[in-house]
């Protein structure tokens, strides 16, 4: 059997191992995944955002807890922004997966942004793909918002949570960043600081004035406290009824479109990566590093003709 | 007279200019930068790393005067990794903007990561170009060394200089991320602090361990408090030590190149990143999209087929 086909028989392994290939850029990984889209579509999708310190992995824990309490099947993907020089979110997510470890039907899955051979939204939503194509109902993608990658993924979610705290100035950035317009729930954690209801009253002007036209949704602030699992109740409400106003018009029809673009053109960046790591393994490159260097050619010319050389070149191998 | 006809001539204000449209991935700054190219290669670069909070921008701002003192022009490129969440380090730069402000040979300009049109290496590489152009002697560039393309442009300087402070676990993080292998100098930043010396001697062990092979220059640990400019004198003699120990080998020469190699490769990527972002705009994009949602075409199958159609078409187009 190939690894697809596991994934798709509901093997955890077969996808950890494919989830490992794919963050490994291996084209066989690709191969894999496209082999998993007919048995892929079925499960919701929500995109967690939040800094480094809102309590958004322990959120995300309490929501896990509650949705195996509907019975539903859960994945988790985790956007690890481990820097070179400052360590990573990995203690959450180990704390999480110890309370989890034992309930086969909650999948979760770090991917680290560090070093990768291929692009991070196309690991990102092949791994959604994977956890789709394994059984799981509701797939939570967990970033830190704060590259343009990032924030695709998470526009690319059916339902999005920003995740925020009182006295933190995070509301001033997340309307920098352009979250306040995708987002659809927003979650004031660590309510029981000072400032959390004046944040709130803040925050629903803010997204009063940032109303998306033609949109029916108001983005609705719940207050929480994660520690204590306070509003974790709430929140899985808000959720549901997001969820429903989705499919009550052409929503989720518009999600699922957004993230077949997305893949569909990472898949596309992929193939011209792979072009451009060929040019600069070829002589004809360091031969132009060689004319730059002895004034003989500028940079951006000479990328222009290396690109028209090895177009033509592998235009004519393949016919 | 053309923006980079008025850098050459030292036009301080045309040269901001050129580096702004360089930001905005505008083709016509790489014209530019294009232009400038027979008239730089002839600075020092400098690449400085380290995690936030280790002072060193307040080290940047010593040796900048320490460099002044000396009669050399200085530029100044700080790679800003601001966050869409967490609000980036502009404060430093602002306090270093204000100290040599009214120097017009100390030129400072950071350069955002998020959201750029262009490539974050190519418009650093191009910004150290523009200063070259300038006349600048020393340029410094200033990274938190948190991805892969600020260590390739790290990699691209001729002296690198990594900061660090005692009890931060700095240390370990580098040796992880590769940035061992590829310094010339460790600052071991407020050496007030308890455990410096233990700090200095640990490195020294894990120095010694890596060296690279081949290589004569044994990374020397400087211990500095650059709130108290202690350890300046002595920071800016080993730099240019190891900038001696450069031009008697032929280290110069490879630094060079591999500068020229990063910039060939960033205008590929650029040229290529151009051609993906007009497949998006494609009514036969939109065709495979709906292929893929309807069940007739799986993502990865679909970008190659794109990819050909439409370089076929772009090669008939041009004869």
């Known amino acids: 059997m190939s690894l697809a086909e596991r994934v798709i028989s509901g093997d955890v392994r077969a996808a950890a191992r494919l989830i490992t290939l794919l963050e ?8 894999e995944i496209d082999k998993l889209y007919p048995n892929t579509g079925r499960a919701y999708i ?5 800094a480094p310190g809102t309590g958004k992995s322990t959120l995300i824990d309490n929501l896990v807890s509650g949705f195996r309490h509907q019975g539903k099947g859960v994945g988790v993907v985790a956007i690890d922004p481990t820097s070179a020089l400052t360590s990573g979110a990995l203690l959450g997510d180990r704390i999480r997966m110890q309370r989890h470890s034992t309930d086969d039907q909650v999948f979760i899955r770090s991917l680290a942004t560090r070093g990768w051979a291929g692009g991070l939204a196309r690991a990102t939503l092949g791994t959604v793909r994977v956890m789709d194509a394994l059984g799981k109902d509701i797939i939570m993608i967990e970033t830190v918002g704060s590259g343009q990658v990032e924030l695709d993924i998470f ?7 920003a995740v925020l705290t009182p006295g933190s100035g995070d509301d001033i950035q997340m309307m920098k960043a352009g979250i306040l317009e995708v987002v659809d729930i927003i979650v004031v954690n660590k309510a029981d600081k000072e400032g959390a209801d004046y944040l709130k009253s803040d925050l629903e002007t803010m997204l009063a004035a940032a109303k998306r036209s033609g949109d029916k ?3 609705p602030v719940v207050l929480t406290e994660a520690t204590s699992n306070k509003g974790t109740e709430e929140l899985n409400d808000v959720i549901f009824k997001h969820r429903e106003y989705l499919f009550s018009g052409r929503g989720m029809e518009k999600h699922r479109r957004e993230r077949v673009r997305l893949e569909l053109l990472e898949n596309i960046e992929g193939f011209v990566k792979d072009f451009t790591n060929i040019i600069k393994t070829t002589a004809d490159f360091e031969i132009r590093v060689d004319d730059i260097l002895k004034g ?3 940079p951006r010319q000479a990328a222009e003709e290396l690109i028209n050389l090895l177009a033509e070149r592998r235009q004519k191998e393949k016919g």
């Open 24 to 31: 490994d850029g291996s084209p066989e990984a690709l191969e």
């Open 46 to 50: 929500i995109g967690v955002t939040g």
């Open 155 to 161: 526009r690319a979610a059916d339902t999005t949570l």
């Open 217 to 219: 949704w108001v983005p």
């Open 296 to 298: 003989r050619a500028v």
